[in-house]
C-alpha cells in the first residue's frame, strides 16, 4: 500500500539533499545535454551512468532523486527515493537504483529494495539495479566517457559544418585520418557525431586512431 500522496513535480529538481561529504558520498554535478543542464548526482558512480543515460537513444530524459516514496509492506513501513527515474520514448520509464555492490549491502537495505521492486511490479512500474561493474567495467563505458567529455566544444554552427564535410568524404576512414584532415571538423564535433551515432565506429573498442569510422546518409 502507498501511502505517498505528493505528485511528482520533477521540475523542483532531487527531493532529497546530500550534505554529508564522505568518500563515495558527495555531490556531483554532471553536464546532461538531454536534459539541457547540469544533474545532481550523489557519488561519482551515478554521474557515471549518466554517460548511459546520454547515449541510449531511448531514452527521452532522466531525473535524479525524483520521489521519495512511502509505503506499507507486510505492516513494515518503508520511505525510500530512487536514484534515478529515466523516461523513455512512448511515455514508458523506470526506475534506478545505483550501489558499488549490492552484495555487500546492509539486509535493511536489501530487504526495502525488494518491497519496492515488488511495488513497482504492483504498479507497473519498472525498477532496475546498476552496481560499478556493471556501468563502469566495461571498455566501451571508458569509450564513451572519452567521447562525451571530448565533445563539449560541439555547438550547432559546428554541426552544420560536419554534416557538409561528411558528404564530401570518401567512407570509412579511420579516427586517424579524420584527425589529420585539415579540412576536417574539430575533434569535439567528431567525438559528439560518433556518441551519438551519426558517424558509426565499434564503440566497445578503446578510442584510438586506428579505430575504423563509417558514414551513411540519414534517410529521415
Known amino acids: 500500500m502507498i501511502i505517498t ?5 520533477l521540475d523542483d529538481g532531487p527531493v532529497r539533499s546530500c550534505f554529508q561529504r564522505r568518500r563515495q558520498n558527495f555531490l556531483v554535478d554532471f553536464p546532461s545535454r538531454k536534459n539541457g ?3 545532481e548526482c550523489h557519488s561519482v558512480l551515478e554521474s557515471a551512468y549518466c554517460i548511459w543515460l546520454e547515449f541510449a537513444p531511448q531514452v527521452v530524459r532522466y531525473y535524479t532523486q525524483p520521489l521519495t516514496f512511502t509505503w506499507i509492506d507486510a505492516e513494515q513501513r518503508y520511505r525510500y527515493t530512487p536514484d534515478f527515474l ?7 520509464n523506470y526506475f534506478t537504483e545505483i550501489k558499488h555492490d549490492f552484495t555487500k549491502q546492509r539486509q535493511s537495505l536489501l530487504t526495502k529494495l525488494e518491497s519496492f521492486h515488488a511495488l513497482c511490479f504492483q504498479e507497473g ?3 532496475k539495479r546498476r552496481n560499478q561493474q556493471r556501468i563502469t567495467g566495461s571498455t566501451m563505458f571508458h569509450t564513451l566517457l572519452e ?3 571530448r565533445s563539449s566544444t560541439y555547438n550547432q554552427q559546428r554541426q552544420m559544418y560536419c554534416l557538409h564535410y561528411l558528404q564530401q568524404r570518401v ?3 579511420t579516427l586517424g585520418d579524420l584527425v589529420q584532415d585539415s579540412a576536417a571538423p574539430d575533434i569535439g564535433t567528431i567525438c559528439y557525431n560518433l556518441f551519438t551515432g551519426r ?3 565499434d564503440l566497445t573498442q578503446r578510442l584510438t586512431l586506428d579505430l575504423m569510422v ?5 534517410h529521415e
Not at 529515466?86 to 514508458?92: F, K, Q, R, Y
Open 37 to 39: 543542464h547540469s544533474m
Open 125 to 127: 512500474w519498472s525498477f
Open 199 to 201: 558517424l558509426t565506429a
Open 86 to 92: 529515466v523516461v523513455l520514448t512512448h511515455g514508458e
Open 147 to 149: 567521447l562525451y567529455s
Open 5 to 9: 500522496s505528493k505528485a511528482m513535480n
Open 214 to 218: 563509417d558514414w551513411a546518409p540519414s
Open 171 to 173: 567512407w570509412p576512414t
